[in-house]
């Protein structure tokens, strides 16, 4: 009925698929390596930076040497150093130009001029220290040299004697642990002048500390009272302004707006591209775009009946095939022996699973003349199926709940065949475009707490 399903809003309720690394993500944030019929979360791919962009004024792309002489930052756009709103440039009578912020009515009016020349004087200041790291190095290697050899200065301008005997009164001195152990043993002693030793210090009677009053401290009106909240500038305002140092609003002035990156993934294990985005800045297409989305059945939760412990609940969901080929899905409890699935499967309750596999149609551009409208329900023979509707069909999958159980956690295997789509450019060691990938994909349903 209705009053038993709930609405999906709570946070604990999601569908994790887990990667080949055993972390659990959300298929919108997952990929699809076709190359090793696997998939890839955020942590098994290299991200590498093809170009850099301004996505304000979307001019053409930057390669990465001349985003690193502009500080990586835009050259024509400024942002709002308020609300970080690109700023509007407004020319004056004087030859000046004002800024302003049409979101929170910021102006640049009558607040200081923002001093210019900072990027030469950030590249004359990291030229200095480079410069100073340099010197610093090569004072170290000849103090290391010195250590090692007390003559290293004095190369060239002693004869083999005088270095010969001053080696040999230098083998006749302690060594440096040796007089290390003795400055860290006189450190409790003093010097006796009469012995000519050095001997223990006489213990000396402290005075008890002196109590003192501890000063009450003033109320918390009292510290912001003679201070305008408004007035002062936020973390975020001074971490933008990081050019100057400021700690009021009204020495905040524009700053230029940081640019973004394209960037391409890359598969940790065989290093083939997974994405890579097109260079210019005004497209949002991909020339390679393996998301996981395109390439695995989707599972989305319909409704969830009150789960109670001890008891029997159900669960309803929608399984989508988006392949272009008919597959026939198989959903088990735990993966088999050839299945390569070492992640381990959280759960704390069972879920009951059907024994035959699903069959779901291909996905089509345009629904057949004699489909069924959309949520109607179909008459179907398959067990656990209760409607279906083009490329998906609704599952509803019972819940055995333990009595001790507070969170329902479920998970299973998900098992598909499919063939690849063939691949332009082929390595001999891929597989043939007639190769048959059988994968098997951990997926974990989170249902939430459990009703009293």
Known sequence: SRGEIRVLMAASVAVDYLCSCGTPTSI?????????????????VLQEVDSFFCSSCLEDQMPSSESRANQSRCSKCMDCPLCAC????????????????????????DRP??????????????????????????????????????????RGRLGAR???A???RQSQLHSRAHCAANCRARTTKVFDAARNDWVDAP??????????????????????????????????????????RVTAVSGLGPQPRAMLAKRSKRCKTCEHNLIKPELSPVSIKFKMSLFASLS??????????????????????????????????????????EDEVVVPMPRTAEIVLPDEPIHLPEMEAEPPVDAPEPGAAVASTESFVVARHRH???????????????????????????????VPSRKPDEPAPDTVCAPAIPVVLSLGPCVA
């Open 113 to 154: 001029e923002v001093a210019t020349g900072i990027p030469e004087r950030l590249a004359q200041l990291l030229e200095g220290y480079r410069y100073a790291a340099g010197e610093e190095q090569r004072a170290s290697e000849v103090r290391r040299a010195s250590l090692a050899n007390p003559l290293y200065h004095l």
């Open 86 to 109: 690109v700023l509007t440039a407004i020319p004056t009578d004087n030859g000046k130009i004002t800024y302003a912020c049409g979101f929170c009515q910021w102006t640049s009016q």
């Open 203 to 244: 213990d000396v009677p402290t005075a008890p500390p002196a109590r003192t009053t501890r000063t009450p401290a003033p109320p918390p009106d009292a510290l912001f009272a003679a201070i305008d909240i408004n007035s002062v500038a936020t973390l975020a305002q001074r971490h933008r302004a990081s050019n100057i």
């Open 166 to 168: 001053i080696q040999q």
């Open 392 to 422: 998906t069909a609704q599952l509803c999958l019972p819940v055995n709940i333990g009595p001790d159980t507070k969170a329902v956690q479920v998970s299973f295997v998900m098992r598909y065949s499919f063939k690849p789509p063939p």
């Open 296 to 337: 695995v059945p989707t599972i989305r939760l319909l409704s969830i009946a009150p789960l109670r412990p001890g008891q029997q609940g159900h669960v309803v969901v929608v399984v989508s095939n988006p392949l272009d080929q008919a597959i026939d899905l198989a959903l088990t409890r735990d993966p088999k022996e």
């Open 162 to 164: 005088t270095r010969y």
């Open 28 to 44: 919108s944030r997952l990929y699809w390596c076709r190359h090793c019929v696997a998939l890839r979360c955020g942590r098994c």
